[in-house]
C-alpha cells in the first residue's frame, strides 16, 4: 500500500505532529505501507534530506517565527506533478493548507482521504485571538472542525477524550482512536550527568523539567508559579523549560517578576536523538499541566526515562494518565501541585517507584502497534471506497480552491 502524507509542519519545525508523523511513517513501513511526506520547507540552513519526502517552498508566518506556510501554487504543483496510481490513500495531519491540498489531491487521484485530528483549535484561538469573546471562538472552531471533517472518509483522534470532543461537535465522520506509540529509540537511556553538564547545571540540585512548546496554551505559567512555590520549600531546587515558541518572552517576564530568574533555565531545542533524553533523564519531576493536548506524548517519553511525573489531567492526557502508570495526578491547584513535586523530591522510595511504575507502563505504548492498527485502518477505508458506488469525498471545498 502507498500513502501520502500531508502536514502543515514537520522537522526541523520540533512538536507532536512532527513526532507522529515521523513516527508513524517509520513504522508504516515496517508494514508493507510506503508512505510520502508533502511538507513546508524551513530553508537551507535548517531542512535537512530525507527519503520520501517533499519539500514545499513556504512563507513565514506573521508572529510565529517557528512555522511555515506552504505557498498555496508551489503546493499545488508538487501535487499535480504526482502521477495518477501511485498512491492507494491520502492522510492529512493539519488543518490548514495541508487540509485543502490534501483534499484537493484526493478528488484528483480518485482515491479515499483520511485526517488525523492533532489539535484541540477550541482552547487555541482563546490564546491567539485574545480579543474574540470564548463563546464566539468555541462556536468558530467548532462549525470549522465540522466542515472539515465532512471533507474525509475516516478520522483518527489520538485519544478518546479527544474523539468525545468531536463528536460534541456535531461531526458524524467515523472516528477511530488510533494515538501515537512510542519508538523503541525512546527507551535507550539517557544520561542526566551529561545534560547537566553541558547546560551549567549543578549536579545535585533537584530538578524539576518541562519539555514541549514554550505556547500559551501549554499552561506553563501556570508550571512556573508552581515551582515558586517549590522553590520557598525547596530552595536549591530549579526548573528547565525546553523548547521553543512564541509565549518565551512573556514567561521569561513572569520569572523576573516572581525572582526566579537564578533558579528557571530556558533551555530551547534540544537534539531529539541525543540532548533530549539526556535532559529527560537529568529530571527528578517531570510536570505537566497542559489544557489542550490530544493526547501528550511527552508524558511517555518522560516515563520511558524513568521520570516520575506530577500533571494534571486534561483532554488527552487523561487516556495516558492511568493508575500505576508512574504520575502522581492533581487538579489545577497551585498549592496541591507543589505539594505534590515537593512530595516526590524529598521521597527518594516515592520517586524510585514511581519511576520503576513509568517505564514498564511506556513500554504498553507500542509504535509498532499503533502502525498496525493505522494499517488496518487504511485497508478498510479503501476497500469500502472501492465498493461504493461513486464519490469517495462529500467535500465543499472554499470558493476558488
Not at 513516527?23 to 530525507?50: H, K, M, Q, W
Amino acid at each position: 500500500m502507498r500513502v501520502l502524507f500531508i502536514s502543515d509542519v514537520y522537522f526541523p519545525r520540533v512538536n507532536g505532529v512532527s513526532t507522529s508523523v515521523r513516527t508513524f511513517r517509520d513504522d508504516l513501513a515496517s508494514c508493507n505501507v510506503e508512505t510520502v511526506l508533502i511538507a513546508p520547507d524551513y530553508g537551507p540552513a535548517v531542512t535537512a534530506a530525507e527519503a520520501n519526502v517533499v519539500r514545499v517552498a513556504a512563507a513565514s508566518v506573521p508572529g510565529d517565527p517557528e512555522d511555515r506556510r506552504m505557498r498555496w501554487g508551489s503546493l499545488s504543483r508538487s501535487l499535480a506533478d504526482l502521477p495518477a496510481g501511485r498512491f492507494d490513500l491520502v492522510h492529512i495531519h493539519t488543518p490548514f493548507v495541508a487540509h485543502y491540498a490534501g483534499v484537493r489531491a484526493a478528488r484528483r487521484l480518485n482515491i479515499p482521504c483520511v485526517a488525523t485530528y492533532h489539535t484541540f483549535f477550541e482552547e487555541y484561538l482563546h490564546h491567539y485571538v485574545p480579543m474574540l469573546p470564548r463563546t464566539v471562538g468555541r462556536a468558530l472552531a467548532r462549525r470549522f472542525a465540522r466542515s472539515q471533517c465532512r471533507a474525509v472518509a475516516a478520522l483518527i483522534a489520538p485519544s478518546e477524550p479527544m474523539r468525545s470532543a468531536l463528536i460534541d461537535y456535531g461531526v458524524t465522520t467515523p472516528v477511530h482512536i488510533i494515538p501515537t506509540g512510542l519508538a523503541l529509540d525512546r527507551f535507550r537511556s539517557g544520561d542526566g550527568a551529561r545534560f547537566r553538564a553541558a547546560q551549567a547545571l549543578p549536579q545535585d540540585a533537584p530538578l524539576l523539567l518541562y519539555i514541549g512548546r514554550v505556547a500559551h496554551e501549554k499552561n506553563i505559567d501556570f508550571l512556573i508559579r508552581a515551582f515558586a512555590q517549590v522553590h520557598r520549600g525547596v530552595p536549591e531546587a530549579i526548573f528547565v523549560i525546553a523548547g521553543e515558541g512564541p509565549a518565551r518572552e512573556s514567561l521569561r517576564a513572569l520569572v523576573g517578576a516572581l525572582g526566579l530568574y537564578d533558579a528557571v533555565h530556558f533551555v530551547g531545542y534540544l537534539a531529539r536523538d541525543t540532548e533530549l533524553l539526556d535532559c529527560y533523564a537529568a529530571a527528578d519531576v517531570f510536570v505537566f499541566a497542559s489544557r489542550t493536548e490530544t493526547q501528550g506524548l511527552v508524558l511517555l517519553e518522560a516515563m520511558a526515562q524513568g521520570a516520575p511525573v506530577v500533571s494534571t489531567a486534561k483532554l488527552g492526557t487523561r487516556s495516558i494518565l492511568k493508575p500505576g502508570c508512574g504520575a502522581i495526578l492533581v487538579e489545577e491547584d497551585l498549592q496541591e501541585f507543589a505539594a505534590a513535586a515537593v512530595r516526590v523530591l524529598q521521597d527518594s522510595g516515592l520517586a524510585e517507584i514511581l519511576a520503576a511504575e513509568g517505564r514498564m507502563y511506556a513500554r504498553s505504548w507500542s509504535s509498532l502497534a499503533m502502525a498496525r492498527r493505522l494499517t488496518e485502518l487504511y485497508r478498510s477505508t479503501n476497500t469500502l471506497a472501492n465498493n461504493s458506488s461513486g464519490a469517495r469525498l462529500n467535500t465543499v471545498l472554499p470558493e476558488g480552491v
